[in-house]
């Protein structure tokens, strides 16, 4: 079936440092690829998505490109922020099966 | 203000102990869906529905009933709750299918002992 893998955590950062969370999958079809993020004591939310190869999602200084020749998805962001710590969660859609595919998710810290 | 909501936020319960966790939306979306959140497990999909009256098996419904009776609600129940259950859950909406925005309740925490 449709999997998603993503880069174990936490990743630590100081502030305005780059960051590249890694996302691949694996899937049948053409899926939409998700990233979302969840705060602390919150639901997730969307950050950023793309709905067809070579497509960029970009939100709040995060992107993501739709890549189908690596089957990839990889969130960067160029310079973090301590208020961009947080759990992201990079998905994809599974039309046949109507449902979202999440990987492990990333935990995110950044230090002042 | 859109949203989505879910009770208890937070539940201790007993082996055996029927609940039921309530999830509404005011956007009026056709599509919603009960998650599980496990560490290194990510987010799994429990339940979802397309519409009123239709529901469907995600990839670990045992254990789990839900029904949808109107659009903006959809209750998770759980007629005999087992400690693997303990799990933190998500209830989610979106407006037409998965290429939309998935809207998140903030979660419920729940404990069975």
């Known amino acids: 079936g449709d999997s998603v893998t993503q880069m174990e955590g936490p990743v630590t950062l100081s502030e305005e440092a780059f960051l590249t969370i890694n996302c691949t999958y694996t899937?049948?079809?053409?899926?939409?690829l998700f990233w979302y993020v969840q705060y602390p004591g919150e639901g997730l939310q969307l950050l950023l998505k793309a709905t067809k190869a070579d497509d960029k999602g970009s939100n709040k200084g995060f992107e993501a490109t739709y890549r189908k020749e690596t089957t990839s998805f990889h969130l960067e962001k160029g310079s973090v922020q301590v208020s961009d710590s947080a759990v992201y969660f990079c998905?994809?859609?599974?039309?046949?099966?109507?449902?979202?595919?999440f990987g492990t998710g990333t935990r995110l810290l950044v230090s002042p | 203000e859109a949203q989505v909501t879910q009770n208890p936020r937070y539940l201790i319960t007993v082996t055996g102990k029927k609940l039921t966790v309530t999830c509404s939306q005011n956007m009026n979306h056709e599509y919603m869906s009960w998650y599980r959140q496990d560490p290194g497990l990510g987010l799994r999909q429990i339940y979802y529905?397309?519409?009123?009256?239709?529901?469907d098996k995600g990839d670990v419904p045992e254990g789990y009933k839900v029904s949808r009776k109107e659009k903006r609600n959809f209750p998770l129940i759980l007629e005999s709750p087992s400690p693997n259950q303990t799990s933190l859950y998500f209830c989610?909406?979106?407006?037409?299918?998965?290429?939309?925005?998935?809207?998140f309740g903030p979660g419920t925490r729940l404990t069975v002992t």
């Open positions: 998905a994809l859609s599974d039309q046949g099966f109507q449902k979202l595919v």
């Open positions: 899937a049948t079809g053409y899926p939409s």
């Open positions: 529905s397309m519409n009123v009256e239709v529901t």
């Open positions: 989610a909406s979106s407006a037409q299918g998965l290429s939309y925005e998935q809207y």
